[in-house]
């Protein structure tokens, strides 16, 4: 398969990773203006984890443990390290290189990539076109955010809708065309950057007194405006990879939305024509992770049974930049 031709990447194993600690919408209610109805009716979340203490590479390594037992190989099988992450443990080196330090991947190359939310969405098509180009034949791709590290706990706007968590995929060449990644569609659109950002820490504002003061070390987020655009731009794509592919919702197994608002999932489901069934969920679990919540919820129905090899899933996906996109895979597992 390393003779030029184009060949198909696919999931190989998936993991998940998320901390004990437990946070229910009653916490917040004890010192902020909120209430459990409120968070559960305009969200879905019921209650989120949080790492108390270690970074973001603290939550990938116990999810990549497990992918590798999973597939049966050790950590120096692996040639490519992607970790798609907005709370990397240090502005640099990238997480990438204290995770291979961590598990001791001896032979991999890796970087950092900065999609928000829709990271791994972003960091997964980046895979499959290295594995189909024959650049790599290993591929751990951790989607993983310790969104507690950038939540404003005195802002009820935030700190309700964040979670820390790790999903894990392994991604690798296969000649089963019933299975592997099909098509993506992606997109950016920096005219979104005011209404989802965190301001501060970054070269155009360096820490200061001053930036912590106007808590610009934190996620800021116009919730209605970034709403809007999320409920268009996760169903048009979506709807989109299912149509120039000549498929119907009928022909889908399971919509994988990014888990950010629960009233944004249900009208991407319902521009698809597809039943609720047929959606993964788990933000009232987790809340939104950022990076972790797609691979997340493969991980989850992955080890329920409910996943079956040659199932047609919609990765898809909305999140700051603005950036957005949706994949079209065959389970390979
Ligand atoms: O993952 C990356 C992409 N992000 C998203 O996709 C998130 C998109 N946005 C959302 O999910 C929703 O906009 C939120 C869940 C963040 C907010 O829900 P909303 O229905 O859009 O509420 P809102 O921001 O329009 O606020 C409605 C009211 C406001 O009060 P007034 O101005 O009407 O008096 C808010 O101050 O609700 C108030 N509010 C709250 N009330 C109780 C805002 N947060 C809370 C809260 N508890 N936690």
């Known amino acids: 398969m390393s003779n030029g031709l184009i060949r198909r990447a696919a999931i190989t194993a998936v993991a998940h990773y998320v901390p004990e600690e437990v946070v ?16 559960r009716s305009r969200t879905g979340i019921r209650e989120r984890r949080i790492l108390r203490n270690g970074a973001t590479s603290d939550l990938a390594v116990p999810a990549i443990n497990k992918v590798l037992e999973q597939r049966g ?40 990539l900065n999609a928000a939310c829709s990271g791994f969405v972003f960091a997964l098509e980046t895979a499959r076109r290295i594995v189909e180009s ?42 089963d065309l019933n299975t592997g990644i099909i098509d993506a569609i992606l997109h950016i659109d920096g005219s ?19 930036t912590i003061d106007k808590r610009w070390h934190y996620v800021f987020q116009d919730g209605k405006t970034v709403f809007k655009s999320a409920v268009v731009g996760m169903a048009d794509v979506s709807a989109e990879v299912v149509e120039r592919n000549k498929l119907t919702g009928a022909d889908i197994a399971y ?14 489901r319902e521009r698809m024509g597809i039943s609720a069934d047929k959606v993964m969920v788990n933000i009232d679990k987790y809340g939104n992770t950022t990076a972790a919540t797609i691979p997340m919820c493969l991980s989850e129905w992955h ?3 409910k996943l079956k090899k040659g199932d047609n899933l919609v990765l898809s996906s909305f999140g700051a930049g603005y950036t957005w996109g949706a994949i079209l895979l065959k389970w390979a597992i």
């Open 255 to 268: 919509l994988v939305p990014h888990q950010a608002n629960l009233r944004i999932i249900d009208a991407t």
């Open 303 to 305: 080890a329920a049974g």
């Open 73 to 112: 190989i050790v950590a120096d099988d692996i040639d490519l390290i992607i970790v798609a992450t907005v709370t990397p443990d240090m502005m640099f080196p990238c997480t990438a290189c204290v995770i291979q330090e961590k598990i001791g991947a001896k032979k991999a190359w890796g970087f950092d």
């Open 192 to 210: 979104g950057a005011p209404h989802l950002n965190m301001k501060a820490g970054g070269s155009l504002n360096p820490p200061t007194h001053e």
């Open 24 to 39: 229910p919408n009653s916490f917040f209610s004890s010192y902020l203006d909120t209430n459990d109805e409120w968070i």
């Open 134 to 175: 024959g650049g790599a034949n290993k591929v751990l791709l951790v989607g993983a955010d310790k969104m507690s590290s950038i939540t404003d706990y005195q802002d009820r706007n935030t700190c309700i809708l964040f979670g820390d968590a790790a999903g894990v995929v392994l991604i690798e060449p296969t000649d």
